[in-house]
């Protein structure tokens, strides 16, 4: 299962990917949930896009998006989801 979480501009979005990436070891112990996109909270959105195989990188985003962690999370991400894994992005 893959749970996106995303918001409009200003609503504090960040504010949770943030929390998410920081807190992502103790997420994963206590709920058995793991986190994507750990290294940069705004490349989540990115990673999102490109396991539904559908990224385009935009100006918007290129300033934050770092394509090799992105590679490195989607690989990732798709592996734990084949093993049945729960992840939120």
């Known amino acids: 299962r893959l749970i996106v979480h995303v918001g409009p501009h200003k609503t ?5 990917q943030e929390f ?17 996109a750990s ?7 990115f990673v999102a896009l490109t396991i539904e ?11 934050y998006v770092n394509k090799t962690n992105v590679k490195f999370d989607v690989r990732e991400i798709r592996r734990w ?3 049945g894994e729960t992840v939120v992005i």
């Not at 195989?53 to 300033?63: G, Y």
């Open 53 to 63: 195989n559908r990224a385009h990188p935009s100006k918007a985003l290129s300033k």
């Open 20 to 36: 998410l990436c920081r807190h992502k070891d103790l997420i994963f112990d206590k709920l058995n949930v793991r986190v994507g």
């Open 39 to 45: 290294r940069e909270p705004k490349e989540g959105a």
């Open 12 to 16: 504090g979005t960040t504010l949770v």
């Open 81 to 83: 989801l084949d093993a």
